[in-house]
């Protein structure tokens, strides 16, 4: 949720910063801003900035070329307080014009704070919560006269979550960023220094890089890096390094880069499971910092997430229930700590984020941790707050993903909390050992299946468009419907064709259908099923069949995921995508796919932006 970076260095900086903000972009595009220090004796401050996405910035700055500068910020903007205007846009500057600043986060004593700066007389040029901690600092850096000294000073003032980074118009030598719950990078070339909210920003040019804790301030300079904490005390970040390289986040060829991730999903998922299953059969999850023992001890297990990666959660609790019989509980991050639930030491709380920032999430896991639960998360986002701030962690291996709607990282999700889930049997002892081995093979299986699947969806692409252009048709929506772990497939794909689409999408839980909704049903409105496996009489199956009878007779057009050879289900639906034959409790890894690929070319039909649609940012830093 909005991107900010910082340079100080050798090279042009308004091409470093414009080249992360690029690479930042899918963290917010409502509005983009840069402000240089000019090079030289006399200094001065430097802004462009423009509402839209970044695109508009780049056309602004070739028209009006800024002069040379090796110290610069630049953000990208996810709006909070402000509609995206040019106004708004950051960065902001302090009254005398001689200090420029950026945020991400949200400033929750804004209000009372620009009040008491507008009684000394101040005006305000936005409506955002960010111009008063620009204000803020121009008047401690004229009384201090040294930028980190004055923004420890404004650190103090401020609550809520922010990361800031600011420049002063007389230090052309100079950053200092602050971070307090959102996240902040430093980046650690040679005689050059960058800060940024996500390492993407400076992958280009280093893959050594510093994680900033909470409460921290940090300065750069062309001589070093330099950090403390909110109270001045010295402090420390800690060291890492990149184990990406940058043609990880370029498109590679494909349109889209959710065209792309989607196509590494095979990759992703063998990588997930790379090296955690060891040749006798055990899962081995090294990175988590909890013994057998603590395993042993869980009696309850909660999983909170948001979005997809709740989605994910939902998965999980069939899979965890059924493997261990011991109860689970999914749980929305934002509903998590305001009702109270009932935790103690025995509870494992599973906190599922792709980007480890979800400020949703990284509230529930402070709650759950404050209730003395255990917490294991599960991130894509090495050295992120919540795996930080975590009694343990499991890395789910996806690869930077750069298109806002989550596809690798999903299906990455599911493998990790399998493991999770098989490692809770295994320790246990709940289910025989030839058992977990079964699934395990299964589930290594995967990566195959899921290529097959992909190999295949040309026709889905085909239908989709199809659906898309006769949106007129069927009330303007699609339906999803599944059961058991179809039905969380189900909110994924509606999910995926809301975000994209901008349509009116909704996944139920295909036995919910007739208390309801099904009154959403008319003549040609598609209605996505997803049906588990016909093998060994299933019952699920008969039920959906039943279900998909009901909707069909209402005029629903049914599109049917179904299992290869499922004669029952192709007699029934109007359009059929085969899956690979798979246990029941893993074929998500393969439903979920046709899903993501319909939503995509749905979109496109519709002319939309697949990887940045409107409203929404990846990491989202607020609550
Ligand atoms: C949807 C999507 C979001 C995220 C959600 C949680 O395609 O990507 O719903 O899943 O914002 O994000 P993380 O997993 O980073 O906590």
């Given at each position: 949720?909005?991107g900010?970076?910082?340079?100080v260095g050798?090279r042009s ?6 080249d992360g903000?690029?690479r930042?972009?899918y963290?917010?595009?409502?509005s983009?801003g840069?402000?240089?220090?000019a ?6 401050l ?5 509402a ?5 910035l780049e056309?602004a700055l070739?028209d009006h070329?800024?002069p040379?500068s090796f110290?610069?910020?630049g953000?990208t ?8 205007s040019?106004r708004n846009?950051h960065?902001?500057l302090s009254?005398d014009?001689r ?7 949200i400033?929750?004593n804004?209000?009372q704070?620009?009040?008491?700066l507008?009684?000394?007389g ?6 955002t919560?960010?111009?008063v901690a620009?204000?803020?600092l121009g008047?401690?850096?004229v ?6 000294e004055?923004?420890t000073?404004v ?7 922010f990361?800031l980074l600011a420049v002063a118009a007389?230090?052309?030598d ?5 971070r307090?719950?959102s ?8 005689d050059?220094?960058?800060?940024a909210?996500?390492v993407a920003a ?5 893959t ?10 940090v ?6 890096v330099s ?5 001045g005390s010295?402090?420390?970040g800690?060291?890492?390094s ?5 043609t ?8 889209t ?8 999903q095979p990759q992703?998922v063998?990588d997930t ?13 090294d990175?988590?910092r909890?013994?057998?023992q ?8 909660f999983?909170?997430?948001?979005g997809?990666?709740?989605?994910a959660g939902l998965v999980t609790?069939?899979?965890i229930?059924h493997?261990?019989?011991i ?11 305001y ?8 509870t494992?709380?599973v906190?599922?984020s792709q ?5 949703d999430t990284l509230?529930a896991?402070?709650h759950?941790?404050d209730?003395?639960?255990r ?5 894509n986002?090495?050295g992120?707050?919540?795996p930080r ?7 789910t291996r996806?690869?930077?993903?750069v ?5 690798k990282?999903?299906l990455?999700q599911?493998a990790a909390?399998y493991l999770v ?12 050992a ?6 395990l093979d299964?589930?290594?299986?995967a990566?195959g299946k899921?290529?097959q699947?992909?190999e295949?969806l ?5 239908m989709a468009?199809d659906?898309?252009?006769n949106g007129?048709?069927?009330g303007g929506r699609?339906?999803f419907?599944?059961?058991h772990v179809?039905?969380?497939?189900a ?5 995926k064709?809301?975000e994209l689409?901008?349509?009116h999408a909704?996944g139920?839980?295909?036995g919910?259908l007739?208390?309801?909704?099904i009154?959403l049903?008319?003549e040609?409105t598609?209605v996505?099923?997803?049906v588990p ?8 199956h008969?039920k959906?069949?039943?279900n998909?009878?009901e909707?069909k ?12 050879g ?6 029934h639906a109007?359009?059929v ?5 798979s246990p029941t ?6 439903t979920?796919?046709?899903l993501q690929?319909f939503?995509i070319?749905f ?6 932006d697949?990887d940045q649609p ?9 609550e």
């Amino acid at each position: 949720m909005c991107g900010i970076v910082g340079y100080v260095g050798r090279r042009s900086a308004v091409d470093v910063v414009i080249d992360g903000l690029r690479r930042l972009e899918y963290r917010g595009y409502d509005s983009a801003g840069v402000a240089l220090v000019a090079d030289g004796e006399a200094g001065g401050l430097e802004v462009d900035k423009r509402a839209g996405k970044l695109a508009n910035l780049e056309a602004a700055l070739a028209d009006h070329p800024l002069p040379e500068s090796f110290c610069g910020i630049g953000h990208t903007r996810w709006a909070t307080h402000g509609v995206p205007s040019d106004r708004n846009a950051h960065p902001h500057l302090s009254a005398d014009g001689r200090i420029a600043l950026i945020h991400n986060g949200i400033i929750e004593n804004f209000a009372q704070l620009r009040a008491e700066l507008e009684s000394d007389g101040i005006e305000f040029a936005s409506d955002t919560d960010t111009e008063v901690a620009a204000h803020l600092l121009g008047r401690e850096y004229v009384m201090e006269g040294n930028l980190t000294e004055a923004m420890t000073r404004v650190c103090s003032r401020l609550e809520g979550a922010f990361t800031l980074l600011a420049v002063a118009a007389d230090d052309p030598d100079t950053v200092v960023g602050a971070r307090r719950n959102s996240p902040l990078v430093v980046g650690l070339g040679r005689d050059e220094y960058f800060l940024a909210s996500d390492v993407a920003a400076f992958i280009a040019y280093t893959t050594d890089a510093i994680e900033l804790g909470q409460d921290q301030i940090v300065t750069i300079d062309r001589s070093g890096v330099s950090v403390r904490g909110f109270d001045g005390s010295p402090s420390e970040g800690k060291p890492f390094s990149v184990d990406w390289d940058i043609t990880a986040a370029e498109k590679g060829g494909y349109e889209t880069f959710m065209a792309k991730e989607l196509r590494e999903q095979p990759q992703a998922v063998a990588d997930t499971l790379r090296g955690r299953i060891d040749e006798s059969g055990q899962i081995v999850l090294d990175e988590v910092r909890m013994s057998d023992q603590d395993f042993r001890d869980v009696d309850k297990v909660f999983i909170i997430a948001c979005g997809t990666s709740y989605h994910a959660g939902l998965v999980t609790k069939y899979a965890i229930e059924h493997w261990t019989r011991i109860p689970c509980e999914v749980e929305l991050a934002s509903e998590f700590r305001y009702r109270d639930p009932v935790l103690d030491r025995s509870t494992l709380v599973v906190a599922i984020s792709q980007s480890g920032e979800t400020m949703d999430t990284l509230m529930a896991v402070r709650h759950a941790k404050d209730q003395k639960a255990r917490v294991l998360s599960i991130s894509n986002t090495v050295g992120s707050t919540i795996p930080r701030e975590s009694d343990a962690v499991l890395y789910t291996r996806a690869g930077i993903e750069v298109a806002v709607a989550s596809t690798k990282a999903f299906l990455t999700q599911l493998a990790a909390c399998y493991l999770v889930g098989l490692h809770l049997a295994q320790v246990r002892g709940i289910k025989y050992a030839d058992e977990v081995s079964a699934v395990l093979d299964e589930l290594v299986a995967a990566p195959g299946k899921i290529a097959q699947v992909i190999e295949g969806l040309e026709p889905v692409r085909q239908m989709a468009r199809d659906c898309a252009l006769n949106g007129g048709s069927g009330g303007g929506r699609v339906l999803f419907i599944g059961r058991h772990v179809g039905y969380p497939v189900a909110l994924e794909g509606a999910l995926k064709l809301k975000e994209l689409a901008y349509l009116h999408a909704e996944g139920f839980a295909a036995g919910e259908l007739k208390h309801g909704p099904i009154s959403l049903v008319e003549e040609g409105t598609p209605v996505i099923a997803i049906v588990p496996s016909p093998r060994g009489r299933s019952l699920l199956h008969d039920k959906i069949i039943s279900n998909i009878q009901e909707v069909k007779a209402r005029g629903a057009r049914v599109i049917a995921v179904c299992e290869e050879g499922d004669r029952i289900t192709s007699a029934h639906a109007d359009f059929v995508i085969e899956t690979p034959a798979s246990p029941t409790l893993l074929a998500p890894l393969l439903t979920a796919v046709p899903l993501q690929e319909f939503a995509i070319e749905f979109a496109t039909a519709l002319g939309r932006d697949i990887d940045q649609p409107r409203n929404l940012a990846k990491s989202v830093t607020v609550e």
